[in-house]
């Protein structure tokens, strides 16, 4: 079948650090993956895409690249800012969501 | 980009009552647009898939009498919550694409629905 699993959170770091949400799936096929964010308050917006196995998704300093040996599509950002704090959730195609991951960023 | 307006963004209602929430695809066709629930500091979970010119398709455990939802036009989709109660009060989303397969989803910026 097809599903995702997002690390739990609520994750907390200081501004400036290395950031990593995992995410692994499960389909049939090679579906497309995007990560979303919810900031507080606002809807849901597309952080970033991939859709075939050893695509680099980047926006705004986030990457994801969806890894077919690991069935993986973790998102990683090099030095987190306050205003990253939101919630993060991992897409599959299949319109099937993450659980989320809420991210808090210290100043 | 693609924009999906939803509306309202808030409604306030009593007990009893329903409402009626609007999806809208502003500059390209949807065939099909979705409808989540998201409780609070939980993920969205689909409530239903709604089909343009045929019947919605409802997830497991959805009262379909409850959630009415219409889908009469290609960039239009309704979600009437029919006589609501407050443990009806959520957060409602749609969502929608414009093409088949790989398309990301485009996403309205909600209803929070509060019945007293």
């Known amino acids: 079948g097809n599903s995702v699993t997002q690390m739990e959170g609520p994750v907390t770091l200081s501004e400036e650090a290395f950031l990593t949400i995992n995410c692994t799936y499960t389909?049939?096929?090679?579906?497309?993956l995007f990560w979303y964010v919810q900031y507080p308050g606002e809807g849901l917006q597309l952080l970033l895409k991939a859709t075939k196995a050893d695509d680099k998704g980047s926006n705004k300093g986030f990457e994801a690249t969806y890894r077919k040996e690991t069935t993986s599509f973790h998102l990683e950002k090099g030095s987190v800012q306050v205003s990253d704090s939101a919630v993060y959730f991992c897409v599959h195609d299949k319109i099937i969501f993450g659980k989320g991951t809420r991210l808090h960023i210290l100043p | 980009g693609a924009v999906v307006s939803q509306h309202p963004s808030w409604v306030i209602c009593k007990s009893g009552t329903s409402v009626k929430i609007e999806c809208r695809s502003l500059?390209?066709?949807?065939?099909?647009m979705f409808w989540y629930r998201q409780f609070p500091k939980q993920s969205l979970m689909l409530m239903a898939t709604s089909n343009e010119g045929s019947k919605a398709t409802y997830e497991q455990g959805v009262e379909k009498d409850k959630f009415l939802i219409n889908h009469a036009s290609l960039t239009l989709s309704t979600l009437t919550v029919t006589s609501a109660h407050p443990e009806d009060s959520s957060f409602y989303i749609c969502s929608a694409r414009d093409l088949g397969g790989h398309q990301p989803q485009h996403f309205g910026d909600g209803t929070r629905l509060s019945i007293l």
């Open positions: 389909a049939t096929g090679y579906p497309s």
């Open positions: 500059d390209f066709q949807a065939t099909t």
